[in-house]
């Protein structure tokens, strides 16, 4: 089955699920996502009223990661007489481990919230596109079978589905959301429970065997056109925090400029911070107005707490995430010793 | 005395500046003790007096090298003889993906360096100073980070 009717087959279930759940008043409103205004894009949406639901879409261009809309940060919907709304979420497998991820560090209200979850088969790789297409204007986005086709002003052009999806999504192993006793779900297609996964991290071999000076050279490379706009904090699901370090200005924690020592601080304290939390879900990249893939450090953040402390974020509520446990036995072969 | 030979012996005469974070119940005491003890050790270090290593944040770290600082030492209690009884532990998973991150980031992970010094060792908090200081040194000064604006 290729890809369009998967797809198509996944939005008319979907329609007729949230059709459902509406009218049985299980749910007051479902987040998902709609037609975006612009090329290459979709837009997250709220559902309340049955006519509305024809508006729900599911394509390979469904980049957000809805999950962040249900953290207290953001103002949470409320009815008129202001009592919390049921939500019904539609989860792909990311939005799936976010929303256990959020579970285990307590910032969900699980009575509020029904899982939607659907299979997906790989986000296009949207800033990757738009830089092989340069200034020209996009009118159509449509997928057929294995290739993405991109309709223009005076062309059109043929990209290979398989080459042209997220690098996290070439190598993402929960393709829908796993499986939780404590979350309660709805699903289209298959969905387990998962302990852990099978990875190994093949990807990230050519890099790490550079010398330090070509991966500061990459790095460097790469992070350089970085603006410090935030947009990859605003789109992190685990980014919640009321007042961010960077925003932080009594005292003034670090410089404002896009200086490359700023921008290296920014990324590397944002790496320290999504050890072990980091879903995978790649939506600080799509959203990056500068095209900066972030892949490499959430593959290698992945690695880091996978080997050193067996764990993956976002499978199951029943595990602690390392960075807010401890144990006398962990490895210290970094620690400076006397001989 | 020609420029270059100057220059080279700039380089050669040159010394590291390094931050040194010490836990307040254990490794600072370890610093006195060795400094009461008369031990020798090199006098590159800066020392920060901190509540437990539990509280170096990755930032202090991070800011620490990108302003301009050659090297970062942090100490703390051994494992399990925290004050605060798991600070350390905490701290030690910190630390461990942090340099284990700036070495992806291709920093030199030489720069940053973790030890655990208890009240009573004075010999050892030397005997690792000279160690971290010479390990910094062999990697010269700290230029990644230079501030352009």
Known sequence: MGIESENKEI???????????????KVDAILGYSKGTAPLSTSPIIIRHIDEVNKLIWN???YMNLAKYLVPRIPQLKSPKGEDLKIGIIAKGCVGRALIHLNVEKQLNLDNIKIIGISCNGIVNRKRIEREIGEKEIFEVSTSENNIMIKGKDFEKKFSFDEYINELCKVCKVKSPPKD?????????ESREMKS?????????EFESKSPEEKWQYIKELLEPCIRCYACREACPMCYCNLCFVDQNKP???GKTTDLSDIIIFHLVRAMHLAGRCVACGACSSVCPMGIDLNMITRKLEKLVKERFNFTSGLNSKFLPPMMAYNMEDDEEFMLEEN | ????????????????KIIAFLCNWCSYAGADLAGVSRIQYPPNIRVVRVPCS????????????TDGWDGVVISGCHPGDCHYLTGNLVARRRFAILKELLEFFGIDPGRVNFMWVSAAEGERFAVLIRKATKIVKELGPNKKFEKKW
């Open chain 1, 252 to 254: 003034i924690w670090f």
């Open chain 1, 60 to 62: 390979n261009l469904c």
């Open chain 2, 54 to 65: 539990g509280r170096v944040n990755p930032y202090f770290i991070i800011k620490s090298l």
């Open chain 2, 1 to 16: 005395m020609t420029i270059q030979a100057e220059k080279e012996k700039k380089i050669k005469e040159w010394e590291p």
């Open chain 1, 197 to 205: 996964i099978d990875d190994d991290f093949s990807d990230l071999k």
């Open chain 1, 11 to 25: 939005e008319k279930n979907l329609r007729d699920i949230a059709r459902n759940l509406l009218q049985e008043k």
């Open chain 1, 181 to 189: 006793s404590e979350l309660e779900d709805i699903f289209i297609g």
